[in-house]
Every structure is written in structure tokens, then in C-alpha cells.
């Protein structure tokens, strides 16, 4: 069992930044891909960000330039530094945990609100 506890949410203006934080306890390992992934008011959830073995990141492509996804393996934690923020990006962000590259996420954390004036 996996347990994702994220942190960092909050409001901030347009072309502000924010820091997400993701801790993860219980069965977590390095080959794990950890991500984030993101919900808006009557949307689908969609892909952010992925990291896997430390360093290998994927992003989708409204956030590349914008977003930066890291992990601490030593901590079980993973970032997700969001800078250049726009309204759109306004959402509940929810961190995720896959067991082995290429599988969908098992274990999501209960989510951090984020909310970008204009």
C-alpha cells in the first residue's frame, strides 16, 4: 500500500508560481513512475507531469516551459514547480504513483486546490 500526501496548493496571480509537494509513505520504490496529474471544474482529469528513475520527465504540452517535475527519492517526495501560472491552469492537482513505467497510476493522492487569478 501507497499513500500520497500532497501540499503546496493556493491562489496566485497570473505569471505567479506555486510549488507543489507530494510525500509518499508505504511501498514506494525507485522504479515507481510518480506523477501529477490535474482536474478543472466539469473536466476530465488530464496528464501533467511524470517522473521515473529520477530524472526521466514527460509533460504535456501546455505546460512544457512552464512546469518542472523533480522527485527526492530520499525523501519519497516529488515536486512539481509550476511558474508563468494562467487561469487555465486553475484546478484540483492530484498526485499520482504508477508501479512500472507504462502503467497507468494506482495510488492517487487526495488533491491540492490550485486557483490562478486574473
Known amino acids: 500500500q501507497v499513500q500520497l500526501v500532497e501540499s503546496g496548493g493556493g491562489l496566485v496571480q497570473t505569471g505567479g508560481s506555486l510549488k507543489l509537494s507530494c510525500a509518499a509513505s508505504?511501498?514506494?520504490?525507485?522504479?515507481?513512475?510518480m506523477g501529477w496529474y490535474r482536474q478543472a471544474p466539469g473536466k476530465a482529469r488530464e496528464f501533467v507531469a511524470t517522473?521515473?528513475?529520477?530524472?526521466?520527465?514527460n509533460y504535456a504540452n501546455f505546460v512544457k516551459g512552464r512546469f518542472t517535475i523533480s522527485r527526492d527519492n530520499a525523501k519519497n517526495t516529488v515536486y512539481l514547480q509550476m511558474d508563468s501560472l494562467k487561469p487555465e491552469d486553475t484546478a484540483v492537482y492530484y498526485c499520482?504513483?504508477?508501479?512500472?513505467?507504462?502503467?497507468?497510476?494506482?495510488?492517487w493522492g487526495q488533491g491540492t486546490q490550485v486557483t490562478v487569478s486574473s
Open positions: 517522473i521515473y528513475s529520477g530524472d526521466i520527465t
Open positions: 499520482s504513483l504508477a508501479t512500472y513505467l507504462g502503467r497507468s497510476p494506482l495510488y
Open positions: 508505504g511501498s514506494v520504490f525507485s522504479r515507481n513512475v
